[in-house]
């Protein structure tokens, strides 16, 4: 493998899970060491972020207090810091309007009920269309972050080789959302299916964004089951070849605008990861996402050392996600070379938490500078 260096503005990891507690500082240093400018921090605590502002209180806490608690564990070092206010039943249109002319609502967060982790206290879609609460977004040009995983269906519907929770969503719901709501500006998290690639497509590059992970744009349904690698079990989950194959060419395309990164690291401890009673959700990638990203877009046919490759990559990495946040990318750099590196397991005071390329025995072709 030949030798190669590349400076990239520093990048920002449009979703991302921070957590809460004693281990705040060391995954928001994970992320500071790995050339990252800023976050989108997911509200999925518990309670759940789902008030503007004020203290908080049993059954919530607020965008104000979580920036808080972000900024006194490090994140005030960030150049962006964007924390999504979660919507449950007890929004309001009006908690939307105070929070954009106060300037601390920037985005609001959609999680299909018992999706994913803490997940309990949202609401069905079928709820929110044609709403008052998406029409107040829309008004005050809050994007709209989904989980874009159908609610509520059989095992079988979940995963299939034709179907999936994901790609039923796409092809039912979201044409649903986008006609009902033209003015609402959307970003489908982290996408996995060839369907949630096309519509978003399909959509408009000012309309609608996506955000991708390092392990969709690696891995398939195969890594995950062949000896049960719990390290990479995530939600959504990783899909089959196909999909990944549509991933890697809508990061690849030149001159995309839509895709950019978002991580969805998520870390749990090695005693809550692997438990009795099954697998916590969630691959950790602090520290090491822009190598994993790297790996992937040369899996894929980058050759990073040729212009048209790095602007495919810091498209995706450093500029399309400001682009559609509506800030600018990093003044700052980060240089990255393409030497062997190994990742390790992170101490926290909560726990050690193993990160994806460890527990996956993948050996990095990439380090940091």
Same mark, same amino acid.
């Given at each position: 493998m030949s030798e190669l260096s590349i400076t990239l503005p520093r990048w920002f990891d449009l979703h991302t899970h921070f957590r809460q507690g004693a281990a705040v500082p060391d995954y928001i240093g994970a992320h500071r060491q790995m050339g990252c400018a800023g976050a989108l921090a &997911? *509200?999925?605590? +518990?309670?759940?972020?789902? !008030?503007?502002? $004020?203290?908080?209180?049993?059954? @919530?806490? @607020?965008?104000?207090?979580? !920036?808080?608690?972000l900024s006194a564990a490090g994140a005030s070092s960030f150049e962006q810091l964007i924390i999504p206010l979660y919507l449950t039943p007890a929004?309001? #249109?009006? &908690?939307?309007? +105070? $929070?954009? #002319?106060?300037? +601390?609502? !920037? #985005?609001?967060?959609?999680? *299909? *009920?018992?999706?994913?982790t803490n997940s309990e206290h949202g609401?069905? &879609?079928a709820e929110l269309l044609g709403g008052d609460v998406l029409k107040a977004m829309a008004a005050n040009g809050v994007p709209?972050?989904?989980? $874009?995983?159908?609610?509520?269906?059989? $095992?079988?519907?979940?995963? #299939?080789?034709? !179907?999936s929770a994901e790609s039923i969503f796409y092809r039912e719901t979201m044409p649903r959302l986008l006609e009902t709501h033209p003015d609402l500006r959307i970003v489908c998290e982290h996408i996995t299916t060839r369907e949630a690639v096309a519509l978003v497509r399909g959509a408009g590059p000012k309309r609608v964004g996506a955000t991708i992970t390092p392990q969709h744009l690696l891995y398939t349904i195969g890594h995950l089951i062949q000896g049960l690698r719990y390290h990479l079990y995530c939600l959504p989950i990783v899909k089959f070849d196909k999909d990944r194959d549509a991933l890697r060419n809508a990061v690849m395309r030149p001159g995309q605008d839509q895709f950019f990164a978002g991580t969805d690291s998520a870390p749990h401890t090695h005693r809550t990861k692997a438990t009795d009673c099954g697998c916590a959700a969630g691959c950790f990638t602090g520290g090491c996402a822009p190598q994993l990203y790297a790996k992937a877009f040369e899996e894929a046919g980058a050759d990073l050392g040729t212009d048209s490759g790095l602007a495919a990559f810091r498209a995706f990495l450093c500029e399309n996600g400001p682009g559609f946040y509506g800030f600018e990318p990093s003044e700052k750099t980060f240089t990255m070379e393409r030497t062997p590196s190994e990742t390790e397991v992170l101490h926290t005071l909560d726990g050690k938490v193993t990160p994806l390329p460890l527990g996956m025995d993948l050996k990095l072709d990439w380090s940091l500078v």
């Open positions: &997911m *509200p999925n605590t +518990q309670p759940p972020v789902s !008030r503007v502002d $004020g203290p908080d209180r049993d059954d @919530s806490r @607020s965008i104000e207090s979580y !920036r808080a608690e929004t309001t #249109a009006e &908690m939307i309007d +105070q $929070g954009a #002319a106060s300037g +601390q609502l !920037r #985005a609001c967060k959609y999680y *299909p *009920p018992h999706g994913t609401l069905p &879609m709209l972050c989904i989980h $874009g995983e159908q609610h509520a269906l059989p $095992g079988e519907e979940y995963l #299939a080789d034709d !179907r």
